[in-house]
């Protein structure tokens, strides 16, 4: 019943914190705004989500996981019930700051309770890497659901709003499911003060493993953020795809995602993380550098289905294949080399710097597309892929001075 909680929340959430590429296109097509001012939407997500986990990852243990996660939800599902009737870009960016700071309680709750049900590494990675998988089928389900409510006769329609009165129904049914659940409440090893727990989370950030940790976590995010973000717009500007096509095929992605997260789990019990991740990197790079060329000049002609997309439009998600095993491992290698108690206020800066990867990300991407074009803004991408090949080298030095628990 824990896991089945865990795993729905992580499941809503996961149409939620991704469908924000699909609105940053159809806030530039209903709302007429710039391709910059679109990717601030990005901003109030992740910076929502940095500021709450910074703030109160180490009070969650106080206040109790099922509490904070019950607070997270019932915050959403007020904002989604509202975002229809409001229909106004300003709410848009409420809305994302309310998913932004329910996903931080809920994440770093999710977290902690994957520590309470595993005893070993290598059971904290499979479990981690399962909850991530259903994140990822989150994202896959979002796409359809979303490309259902829009209008293909008429991009800037605001019908597609209409999605928020489901999705607030579905977090409502998450929220019972969560009260029912049996989720226990923290171990601490002694009683301290609130201000002294948050105090130790800053002190973690000062230990060499998790400064090199939380910098591969950031260059992951972007990574991942950048790409994930702009695909849809990608696909109908560069590649010429209609808006339903292009959210639709978008889902390639999420499922290259899922795919990777949830077999990744297989091969790490064969293979240890390090060489494996390297791999992962190294199909990043060759994916997109082969894919990237085959997107020029194909915006020329008539696109009306998956049929007619170019290959290009199936190739370029399928780096989500490769980068899909990095995230979870990472954070798996990194918690399991700490004490239990200490998995909340680690969880909080993990949040943090994903968040704030996240925004850089999209930001980023954003600018660019809007100054060169969607191929430019891709291919920078690579610069990023390199500099997680040098961060991962430090973090296994790090991490091989320590004794980890269980079995590696």
């Known amino acids: 019943m824990v896991i089945a909680a865990i795993a729905i929340s992580y499941y809503v959430f996961a149409i939620l914190l991704n469908s924000v590429g699909t609105v940053i296109l159809q806030s530039i097509n209903s709302f007429d705004i710039s391709k910059p001012e679109a990717s601030t ?58 998913i932004g700071t329910a996903f931080a309680l809920v994440k770093v709750s999710v977290y902690a309770i994957i520590g309470q049900l595993s005893s070993t590494t290598k059971a904290h990675s499979s479990l981690m890497n399962t909850i991530e998988g259903i994140f990822m089928l989150g994202v896959l389900s979002g796409y359809w659901v979303f490309a259902g409510f829009i209008d293909p ?34 171990e601490k090893a002694q009683s301290e003060g609130l201000a002294s727990e948050f105090f130790s989370m800053l002190k973690l950030a000062y230990k060499p493993i998790v400064l090199v940790f939380i910098f591969s976590i950031f260059l992951y995010v972007l990574i991942e953020q950048g790409i994930g973000s702009w695909l849809p717009t990608f696909n109908k500007e560069v590649l010429g795809l209609p808006t339903q096509v292009s959210i639709q095929i978008t889902s390639i992605f999420a499922i290259a995602l899922a795919v990777g997260r949830l077999t990744a789990g297989a091969v790490l019990t064969r293979m240890n993380w390090y060489p494996f991740l390297n791999i992962c990197l190294a199909g990043m790079a060759t994916v997109m550098l082969l894919s ?31 980068m899909a095993p990095i995230y979870p491992v990472l954070n798996s290698v990194m918690l399991t080399a700490l004490p239990q108690h200490q998995h909340a206020p680690m969880t909080g800066l993990i949040v943090v710097f994903s968040a704030l990867g996240g925004t850089t990300g999209s930001i980023v991407t954003g600018f660019i597309f809007d100054a060169v074009g969607g191929q430019q803004a891709f291919y920078l991408s690579l610069i990023p892929i390199g500099a997680l090949v040098v961060t991962l080298f430090f973090f296994k030095r790090a991490s091989s001075s320590l004794s980890p628990k269980g079995a590696q």
């Open 41 to 98: 939407l990005e901003g109030f997500k992740d910076l929502s989500i940095a500021a709450v986990s910074f703030l109160v990852a180490s009070f969650i243990p106080r206040v109790g996981y099922k509490l904070s996660m019950l607070l997270g939800l019932a915050l959403v599902a007020v904002a989604c019930a509202l975002t229809p009737s409001i229909a106004s870009f300003w709410f848009i960016k409420v809305l994302f700051a309310c």
């Open 153 to 186: 006769n008429n991009d800037a329609s605001l019908s597609w709003l209409n999605v928020y009165y489901l999705l607030a129904a579905l977090v409502g049914f998450t929220l019972i499911v969560v009260a029912l659940a049996p989720i226990k409440p923290v």
């Open 292 to 322: 990237l060329p085959l997107a020029e000049n194909v915006a020329d002609s008539t696109i009306a289905s998956w049929v007619d997309a170019p290959i290009a439009a199936f190739l370029i998600p399928l780096i989500g294949l490769m």
